[in-house]
C-alpha cells in the first residue's frame, strides 16, 4: 500500500491531468472540475484502488493512511453487479454477444 500512496503522491505533484476535484455545491458537469492542484494543498484525499479488490482509502500524507472501506468484490464483477443492480445500459446485451465479440478476431483450427 506505502508504494501505491508514494506513487499517487507523485502522480499528483508532477502531473496536472492526473486527478479531478468534486464540488457538491455546483450543478450539473460543474461539480468534477479537472483542475491543477498546487502541491502543497494535495492532502487529505480520498484513493479507490480497484484491482482484484476494491480499497478506499483516505489519504493525509506519504507516511499517513488509513482504509476506510472496500469490498474482496473484484473490479469486473463489481462493475458487471453495478450494471445488473442499476439501470445502466451496456452496448452488449447478454453473454454469447460478449463471447462473440472477444473471440470474433481469432480463427480456431
Known sequence: MTSLIYGCDFLLKNNEDESF???HEAIGIE???YKPIAADSVY???LVNI???ISVLKVDSPSQFQRVGGSSM???AFIGLGHLLTSAQSKINNFEEQIRKEFSPLRFR
Do not use: A, K
Request: proline share 7%; aromatic share 20%; hydrophobic share 15%.
Open 44 to 46: 487529505p484525499f480520498l
Open 21 to 23: 476535484t468534486y464540488h
Open 74 to 76: 473484484g473490479g469486473g
Open 31 to 33: 461539480r468534477y472540475q
Open 51 to 53: 484491482g482484484t479488490g
